[in-house]
């Protein structure tokens, strides 16, 4: 097909193509996440935990960067008994290229044959800067690490 155009045409479409794909609309590519502040990486991040969409909270973990564990292993090792409800961010503490962040969280278990259990923690995840881009340090949290609120 593209043979079957003039020169003139064939040009401009590749130019359309290459702004298309420099655009992230049609192609992927670069990386998006790069120019991100901390904060908006943190609230994406949590909105993810959030929707219980675990692929794209992944996406955050620096197991994304490190291929310390794959998002199929990620997403298998998540509990469906723990759901989060919402979060807000209490602190944010960045020195050079790591930076602590705390973030209140409201959760709930559900074990099957009790009724749901719903409470609220402070977490300090920690995050760190990959090739321009901030990351979460996974870790696996839990009560030990966190401070109940009450």
Request: net charge positive.
């Amino acid at each position: 097909m593209l043979r079957e155009l003039g020169g003139r045409t064939r040009a401009g479409l590749c130019i359309s193509l290459a702004v298309w794909c420099g655009l992230g609309v049609g192609c992927h590519g670069g990386n998006k996440a790069e120019g991100e502040t901390l904060e908006s990486r943190v609230r994406a991040y949590w909105s993810a935990k959030v929707a219980g969409d675990d692929l794209r909270a992944y996406e955050f973990e620096d197991l994304a960067v490190t291929g310390k564990m794959s998002r199929n292993q990620y997403v298998r090792g998540r509990s469906p008994m723990l759901r989060y409800h919402d979060y807000e961010i209490k602190s944010v503490e960045q020195q050079g290229e790591e930076a602590k962040v705390k973030v209140a969280v409201r959760y709930e278990f559900r074990y099957p044959t009790f009724p749901p259990l719903v409470s609220s923690m402070v977490l300090t995840d920690t995050w760190t800067l990959h090739d321009g881009v901030w990351y979460r340090h996974f870790k696996d949290d839990g009560p030990a690490s966190a401070k109940r609120m009450g």
